[in-house]
């Protein structure tokens, strides 16, 4: 699949059988796709909002607000030693992460950036809940390279920026936190400042 525009133009996708422990899909799955674009919409109530995976390039996901999600908001899971995959998050509201009923432990993310090139600005991740001994965090970036995280707002979350893992050049700036454990976990990530 190459070369689409999902506009939601304001409507909605939810689930219909949001009971805990029950199989529940992605709004939208983005798989080995290029140049897609997800926009001005919501998502509710599913195991993850927007998922891209495997060889993916040139996603963009703008103005959507992905709440009551199980597993994660927006996640980019990409193949490890592959630096083609990219996507742009930029607009979005994600909050109400819950794993409540998905397991013992359970660890929930509002927006996962794996083993890809990201950009993710003028975001608002809030409200994560992991079950267990388990972690939450508002952004985490693992094995990223060459990623821009800009002028986001974070909060009530373990974590609010975490990045981690084998990638490299993941800069953070102006990124603001309230209510998390660790406000910055930066392993190989470089603060360009103005983040609180």
Known sequence: MRNMTIDLNGFSIF????????SSPAGVRISEATNIVIRNGQFY???RGVRAEGLF??????????????RAGIE???????A???????DCIIEDVKGTGEGASVSV?????????????NCVVRHLTPVGTSSSSCIS?????????????????LNGINITGGGTRVY??????SGCTTPFSSIGGVDRGGNF
């Open 141 to 157: 970036a693992l094995s990223a390279t060459n990623t821009f995280i800009d002028n986001n707002y974070l909060s009530q979350a």
């Open 76 to 82: 980019a899971d990409g193949i490890a030693g592959n």
């Open 45 to 47: 109530g599913l195991d």
């Open 109 to 121: 993310d509002g927006i996962v950036l794996l083993n890809c090139t990201g950009v993710v600005r």
């Open 84 to 90: 083609l995959q990219t996507i742009t998050i930029r």
């Open 172 to 177: 953070y700036r102006n990124n603001l936190t």
């Open 15 to 22: 689930s219909t059988n949001p009971a805990s422990g029950s």
């Open 57 to 70: 390039y040139g996603i963009v996901v703008e103005n959507v607000h992905v709440h009551n999600m199980t």
